[in-house]
């Protein structure tokens, strides 16, 4: 069975903060892919990385980066000089080989950036 | 290039009712998967569609349906709803291959609420 765990439910940080949004899966797949997705208000699910299995290598977007260890079954991502509008909720989800598009999702964790 | 669409984006009904949500993917993506999103169970899988096929289905009772049409809209029927049926559907749609994962393009969603 798949699965993701997101034990951040709510974190609060203030402007210019970096923080760390943690992720951690379970899967028996040797291949698989990690995804994360930012949710704003509004809704819809802005797509932000993905990571097959096989490529540990971490990664760097601007203020945005990725932390992948297989080791710990882990996928955490961080924002570095965090801003206001970073504000929302993010999703770490899994899918694996076989499974079409089917991603499993975890809880999401809400980001609270005040100024 | 347009995003996904959806909608209608907000719709109201009451319970015993039957209910329509249409998507329309990217231009060119071929796979539409359906999501519900609710405070209590977060983001689960519907069902994908591939080439006008259902190719994968999650858990949900036999009251919600899909199809797909030879343009790659789609369609999701939720019938008889029940109170516990209000919740955000999501589309997402991804070029759609037999093999690797897509990434998935979501849609602003639409909130269903039953009364």
């Known amino acids: 069975a798949q699965k993701v765990t997101q034990a951040q439910t709510e974190i609060s940080v203030v402007e210019k903060e970096d923080v760390t949004l943690d992720c951690v899966y379970e899967t028996r797949d040797t291949t698989y892919y990690l995804f994360w997705y930012k949710q704003p208000p509004s809704g819809e699910l802005v797509f932000l990385i993905r990571?097959?299995?096989?490529?540990?290598q971490n990664e760097i977007s601007g203020r945005y980066s990725w932390n992948f260890q297989k080791s710990t079954s882990s996928f955490n991502f961080t924002i570095t000089a965090s801003q206001v509008v970073d504000s929302a909720v993010y999703f770490c989800a899994l899918s694996y080989n076989n499974a079409g598009n089917m991603l499993t999702f975890g809880g999401g964790t809400r980001l609270m950036v005040k100024p | 290039k347009a995003g996904v669409t959806q909608t209608p984006r907000y719709l109201i009904k009451t319970r015993g009712q039957q209910v329509t949500l249409s998507c329309s993917p990217i231009s060119g993506h071929r796979s539409v998967s359906w999501y519900q999103q609710t405070p209590g169970q977060g983001l689960q899988f519907l069902f994908e569609?591939?080439?006008?096929?259902?190719?994968n289905k999650g858990n949900f009772p036999g009251r919600f349906s899909g199809r797909q049409f030879s343009n790659s809209r789609s369609e999701m029927n939720v019938s008889t709803l029940e109170l516990g049926d209000s919740a955000l559907y999501l589309c997402a749609s991804s070029p759609g291959r037999e093999g690797p994962t897509d990434t998935q393009y979501f849609g602003p969603g639409t909130r269903l609420t039953v009364l």
């Open positions: 569609y591939f080439s006008e096929t259902q190719r």
């Open positions: 990571r097959n299995s096989f490529d540990e």
